[in-house]
């Protein structure tokens, strides 16, 4: 099983909302990331966390808040958006942030905010 | 500040023909380097995968090759189907088994049956 799942795929929201986008892997990874990807750019990497711990931060806003409740579980809360915050947002997990196995990633969270 | 470029941005191609994408990077000292495909609106299929002890990967029809002194891998498509229609994107991982990826900006490929 080389899946990564998230949910959910499509969230609109307004700017005074909080929401949360989920990822689950069930491939025993101990790295897991948040990556952002806006219209015809390439993903930009957002979060990481290594053996739970977030490890990376790559200057992103304090209205997203990640949380990594285990091993297998990355949340992404989000709070007060800006509608520049729409995106797609991508969880990829791998063996573990110094191995150097493949990346595997999720379908996305397609994100409004209005 | 590691930087990957792809060449070309577009390209559209009868079915059938075999075909090649072109990727670079600025640092040499990458740990890996993984080609994805992408449909729209999807997330990121992993295709290939080269470690940088490796010169190449081959899964099926696709072919990657990697010259990490010259900073430059190529992605080859043989017998291109209209299923092949996407966009490709190259990653490295640069050096020390860094913090995830640097992409470049991806090749949108037409197979035109």
């Known amino acids: 099983d080389t899946e990564v799942t998230q949910t959910p795929k499509h969230l609109v929201m307004g700017m005074t909302n909080k929401k949360s986008l989920k990822c689950e892997q069930h491939?025993?990874?101990?790295?897991m990331y948040w990556y952002k990807q806006k219209a015809k750019k390439p993903p930009e990497l957002m979060f990481v966390y290594s053996y739970e711990k977030l490890s990376i931060n790559e200057s992103v806003p304090s209205r997203f808040s990640p949380e990594c409740p285990n091993s297998s579980l990355l949340n992404l809360h989000l709070h007060a958006l800006q509608p520049e915050d729409s995106a797609l947002y991508l969880c990829?997990?791998?063996?573990?942030?110094?191995?150097?196995?493949?990346?595997?990633f999720g379908e996305g969270s397609r994100l409004t905010v209005l | 500040k590691q930087e990957v470029t792809q060449i070309p941005a577009a390209l559209s191609v009868p079915e059938g023909e075999n075909l090649v994408l072109n990727c670079s990077f600025t640092?040499?000292?990458?740990?890996?380097l993984q080609w994805f495909r992408q449909d729209p609106g999807k997330g990121l299929t992993s295709l290939l995968l080269?470690?940088?002890?490796?010169r190449e990967q081959t899964s099926g029809r696709l072919n990657a090759s990697l010259d990490k002194s010259s900073g430059r891998s190529t992605l080859y498509i043989a017998a291109s189907q209209p299923g092949d229609s996407a966009t490709y994107l190259c990653?490295?991982?640069?050096?020390?088994?860094?913090?995830?990826?640097?992409f470049g900006k991806g090749t949108h490929l037409i197979i035109q049956p």
């Open positions: 491939m025993g990874h101990r790295a």
């Open positions: 990653a490295v991982r640069s050096g020390g088994g860094a913090d995830g990826l640097t």
């Open positions: 080269i470690q940088s002890s490796q």
């Open positions: 640092d040499s000292a990458i740990y890996n």
């Open positions: 990829a997990s791998s063996r573990s942030r110094e191995n150097t196995g493949e990346l595997f």
